[in-house]
């Protein structure tokens, strides 16, 4: 057995990786701080049924359980940090108040899935992620989207895609139809995976009125520019109240999102349904062109908290840090400890110089990278220990020297 193996899709960062990581950490978190975006960390463990509240059954396949040997409950390793932060609104900072006012919160850290989201992907990606609780507007829509949207800018990563969708266009036209729950169940699933044909059979199966029927195949075939919400209005305009909402809300923040982000390409997709167990309302997904994969996503999913005493609006984005890190984008000015760019300290027999300790804490104080050498002959160059720059003595002064 080789007992260095890590199983599939645990990831570890050796020092190049885990210095790039740490830099995006700190400039994302002070990023978010400029927001009004505070920290928090919330455990790694909880109980399941915290982890699980308001999120469907999908996160719950994808949590670790485990038994707590104090009490024999049974715990989840968390797969989300999401339900987490809601928590911490509802219970601790909201203290179970629904009018407790706006709470803006960020966080950043690992979680364990079950399996990965893709395949060869990471089982145990770092999250980032922020979220709003207490206000249901656009107006905290719009902000939300923009931070992810600056998430991904302040990192040079453009040429963005934006991909939107309400979850209440499909639930509202169910409800409008008079779906029961197996048959919610079993059109959404095949709008989740996109499955014409299979539609087509099962709306011919059911006893739909021709109006119903009609908006109902019509619906999966709703993708494409902005432009497409108006004749989505048309197609649906028998469809209820609640629908004609939720497509008035995205012409409005799609209109938004043009006029404030001009080179983002919009792409508006009706069916979409991936996460349609919790969210309520609108939804989003940024992809990069020739990538298969969504980079960040989010939606507002008002009502999570009141599994925890309290149900405010919410509303958030997640990304993670490993995809962050990975995307073509220069982090020069992020990580300048990366590469070659330390000091050598010399090696100094016996008692320590004291005027090279002040030398060394001083430099250390403005932020450079002072390595103490630690044998009086070199082993190693200076480049090999990570220093462009050593420490000589010239007189009586030590003298910080390029090589």
Excluded at 120 to 143: K, N, T, Y
Excluded at 149 to 155: D, G, P
Excluded at 232 to 241: E, I, Q, R, T, V
Excluded at 331 to 343: C, D, P
Aim: hydrophobic share 40%; with cysteine; glycine share 8%.
């Amino acid at each position: 057995m080789n007992t260095w193996l890590l199983p599939d899709g645990i990831n570890e960062s050796l020092p190049d990786e885990a210095e790039k990581l740490e830099a995006l950490r700190r400039h994302l978190i002070d990023l978010y701080a400029t927001w009004g975006y505070r920290l928090v960390m919330p455990p790694l463990v909880e109980y399941l049924e915290s982890l699980r509240a308001g999120m469907g059954t999908q996160l719950d396949l994808q949590t670790f359980k485990i038994t707590d040997q104090l009490n024999g409950r049974m715990m989840g390793v968390r797969a989300d940090i999401t339900p987490q932060v809601a928590r911490i609104d509802a219970h601790r900072l909201s203290k179970g108040d629904e009018n407790a006012g706006v709470n803006r919160l960020c966080y950043m850290g690992t979680v364990l899935r079950t399996r990965s989201e893709e395949q060869g992907g990471s089982r145990s990606p770092v999250q980032v992620g922020a979220e709003l609780f207490g206000h249901a507007g656009i107006e905290s829509d719009f902000e939300i989207i923009s931070l992810m949207l600056e998430t991904l800018h302040s990192l040079d990563v453009n040429d963005l895609v934006l991909d939107v969708g309400h979850v209440g266009i499909a639930s509202g036209l169910a409800d409008h139809a008079k779906l029961n729950n197996q048959q919610k169940e079993d059109y959404f699933d095949m709008l989740a995976r996109k499955s014409i044909p299979e539609i087509e059979k099962w709306v011919t199966d059911q006893s739909f009125s021709s109006s119903d029927a009609d908006m109902l195949l019509a619906l999966p075939l709703l993708s494409g520019s902005v432009d497409l919400i108006k004749s989505a209005k048309s197609k649906l305009k028998n469809a209820g109240k609640a629908v004609l909402d939720a497509l008035d809300h995205l012409q409005n923040i799609s209109d938004l999102l043009g006029s404030t982000f001009p080179n983002l390409v919009l792409h508006i997709d009706l069916a979409e349904m991936r996460g349609y167990a919790y969210h309520t309302g609108i939804m989003y997904m940024v992809y990069l062109p020739g990538r298969g994969a969504c980079i960040a996503q989010g939606g507002r999913y008002d009502g999570i908290g009141e599994a925890f005493g309290n149900n405010r609006p919410a509303i958030g984005f997640s990304t993670d840090l490993r995809t962050l890190a990975n995307l073509s984008f220069d982090t020069t000015n992020l990580v300048n400890s990366l590469g070659v760019n330390g000091i050598l300290a010399p090696y100094v027999e016996g008692a320590m110089d004291d005027t090279l300790d002040v030398v060394i804490d001083d430099l250390r104080a403005q932020g450079e990278q002072v390595i103490r050498q630690l044998t009086e002959v070199m082993t190693f160059t200076p480049a090999q220990q990570g220093c462009n720059r050593i420490i000589e003595k010239q007189g009586d002064d030590w003298v910080v020297m390029s090589l």
